[in-house]
Nanobody, 123 residues
Framework: QVQLVESGGGLVQAGDSLRLSCSAS????????MAWFRQAPGKEREFVAA????????YYADSVKGRFTVSRDNAKNTVYLQMNSLKAEDTAVYYC????????????????WGQGTQVTVSS
């Protein structure tokens, strides 16, 4: 089993920055990937960003490219999402997820999920 705990969410203004953290414990896979998804009120959960265990490969949703950066610190078993130039449409609950097999932009590929952290961006 893998346990994921997100932190760093909050209320910010448009244009501000925020960094989310996801701490992993348990049997994380050294060949898998970590990802961030988000779900806005009344909408389906959507992919945001993902990074492989090595950190060499990253994927981003088009809506966040150039503004968000995903990274990981394997020594701390933690993945980060640096969010810059935040917009009101970034408001959502952000979830961290772990895929033990590989990297994907699809929810179905991720076996373990955190409880989510709320990010609210006021315009």
């Amino acid at each position: 089993q893998v346990q994921l705990v997100e932190s760093g969410g909050g209320l910010v203004q448009a244009g501000d920055s925020l960094r989310l953290s996801c701490s992993a414990s348990g049997r994380t896979s050294s060949v898998g990937a970590m990802a961030w998804f988000r779900q806005a009120p009344g909408k389906e959960r959507e992919f945001v960003a993902a990074v492989t265990w090595t950190g060499r490969t990253t994927y981003y949703a088009d809506s966040v490219k150039g503004r968000f950066t995903v990274s990981r610190d394997n020594a701390k078993n933690t993945v980060y999402l640096q969010m810059n130039s935040l917009k009101a449409e970034d408001t959502a609950v952000y979830y961290c997820a772990h895929d033990a097999v590989g990297i994907s932009t699809q929810e179905i590929g991720y076996q373990f999920w955190g409880q989510g952290t709320q990010v609210t961006v006021s315009s």
